[in-house]
């Protein structure tokens, strides 16, 4: 076996892996095309899922950081779905060429019906190597919901 050069890795064409889930919510023939996340989409989604809480801090008095778990299927489907050409449709880079989602598309993909966004997040697991067992980690680690004294 050969190691590839830097050439050679950067050079490659990659095809990402795609997968095509049934949409019947939208019509019997209707489909949605769920790719593979690249390395910056992962990072951003990732990054997302966890926000800092300013009602539990650390010893030097910053907040910690939770999982932000009640989106995660929301945000899955936003940095997966893409159209017939592979371009993705909810997610765009910035003015800096960073990755984001506007609010107001992941706050109507959370008012999708759960069945259909969760059909759709699980293809994007499986598409992104992203295990249900490390998914299901995450939503056992998150809270309830806010403590007694809240």
Do not use: H, W
């Amino acid at each position: 076996m050969t190691a590839l050069t830097r050439k050679e890795f950067l050079g490659a064409k990659i095809a990402l892996r795609t997968e095509r889930v049934p949409a019947p919510e939208f019509g019997d023939s209707a489909e949605i095309v769920v790719q593979e996340m690249t390395v910056a989409a992962r990072e951003v989604y990732s990054d997302g899922l966890m926000v800092e809480d300013p009602n539990d801090p650390d010893e030097k008095g910053a907040p910690r950081l939770k999982p932000r778990i009640g989106q995660m299927y929301a945000r899955l489907a936003a940095f997966s779905i893409v159209d017939e050409n592979g371009k993705l449709q909810f997610v765009a880079p910035d003015e800096a060429g960073l990755l984001r989602l506007a609010d107001d598309d992941l706050n109507a993909i959370c008012a999708m019906p759960s069945v259909l966004i969760e059909r759709v997040a699980k293809a994007a697991q499986r598409v992104s190597g992203i295990s249900e067992a490390s998914a299901e980690a995450a939503r056992k680690n998150s809270p309830a919901g806010p403590s007694a004294g809240s």
